[in-house]
């Protein structure tokens, strides 16, 4: 069966783990004590973080994985499991955080069981795509796997944020959150459409209203500032009063605070307690009061908010029945939808917050919107579908991109490699003297005739088809496609080990370069095109007559 293995990972810097776990308890006990004796202050928060510090330590401290011919055993210090290889279905590389740019990309270990239960092991880890020990420990797991999982399956799948397999459970408790707070900012609007009227209707208070009533008049009170601390304009800006009468100091905004000058009388106004306005020869300064228009634009940008969250649930529901490897279809047309929703709700939420339209104008403008978010959600539920690659071959023969205007006769560079053929030798395309087409598509290896990654277009029609480096016009810079050593074996979705390069919405197809796989990933359209015309000219090139293999 092949040679296999037996596999023991242990943590690599377990001295150092252990030490972080004796700082993290030193300090939990530390601040707890301190917390006892002398009450909660800013020590508080160095224990808040040198207890996950501890623990995190500790759980990396005891992780363990073990392998031999009776199956998988891992587990850190309160959980241990032991899977016979026979319940073992497969493995898959998990890629975490991989659409965080400043966060470093982590790879490990999944285990699906046949019972469709999935578990991450803790052990190993790997930082970067260059990394020995990670590829040597997954590749001695997949030969016990083979040998005593009745297996023949060699393909590892790549599961990442992009895949069916990423997992939506954080999508959908963003949206349940986002909705929640909409649904907080809905409850408190009638209290401050309340509030509201009653600031607008306050008259100043006489000496015969009650004390009672007192808090609900407008009271004024004179003041001189002292002095006054303008800070940053995101920061709190201080205005401070002679004698702290009526009050030590005020939050005011910047401007306020370079407006007002020591030694200023400024008269103060006082509603339900709080001084609601400040009032100088130079300049008045009122307080921020939310209104329910801003507590309904709030509530209503939470729905949208959630709408987006919903739809990227919505996109792993409509492909559960996909292999946790296949790249599902991006939620961007929904985001779309939902920022011209918002383009016309928010304001339409800010004008009518407390009350239903009853002005045409107004209704006409919601009737409008709703039309076009109707149009624009219908339109994300079609471009977010998922293509196989069968519906988008039916029609290849009818798929005609932009043809580029006015063609240059071909100027290849040199290439390396193999000895890459210019675009002008080699068979001839079957359509020559038609016009030539550029469509965007990428050999995701490195070839002969496509050095380094270079390409990112594929040209067709009047001669050869050949990479280029741009999307026309002229062939300056291209290199032609061997056809005559290519044989396409199959046409697939896109999956996470194609890499995050491509869209999501792109096909790949697996060529055979002389023993060598090759793939090759363009949209489905395009990639159909590609294909059909690349099998004229193997059959021109060789007599070949095989057939594509679609989808698997």
Known sequence: MGDTRDVACRPSQIRALWLLFGLGAIGTVLTALHVVYRGPDLWLGAGLLSMPLGIGALRLATAQVDADAHGLRFGTLLRRRRIPWRDVAGLHVHRKYANHHRIREVRRIGVVLRDGLRWLLPLPHAFSADAPDFDATLDALLALHRRYGATESTRVPVVSYRTAGGGWAGSLALCLLLLAGAGVAAWALPGTSSDERAWKSAVPCTATT?????????????????????????????????????????????????????????ELTIWRGAVRTVAGEHHVWKEHMSGPGDLAVVAAA?????????????????GLRLPDDEVLPSAL???????????????FCYVHATALPS????????????????GLFTWAWRASRLRTPEEAASPAASVRPRPAASPEPC???????RGAPTASEGPRASGEGEEEVFLAARFLEHTDYNPHGFGTHIVLGSGSPAVTPHPGPGRFAAIRIPVERLTVENVRRARGADGDAIPRSWHVAELDDVGTPVHLAAAPDDLARIVHELQPLKRAGEGSSEEVELGS
């Open 333 to 347: 047309p929904f985001g779309l939808a939902l920022v011209v929703t918002a383009l016309w709700l928010l304001p």
């Open 302 to 318: 939470c729905v949208l908010a959630a709408g987006y969250a919903g739809a990227r649930v919505l996109t792993h529901v409509r």
């Open 359 to 374: 002005s045409p104008s107004a209704i006409a403008w919601a009737v409008a919107g709703s039309l076009a978010t109707l």
């Open 210 to 266: 009650p004390a009672t009533k007192r808090t609900e008049c407008l009271t004024t009170m004179s003041a001189v500032i002292e002095r006054t601390d303008p800070d940053a304009p995101k920061k709190p800006s201080w205005v401070y009063f002679d004698d702290a009468r009526p009050l030590t100091r005020l939050a005011v905004s910047p401007e306020a605070a370079q407006a007002f000058r020591p030694g200023d009388e400024v």
């Open 411 to 417: 100027a290849a560079p040199a290439a390396t490699g």
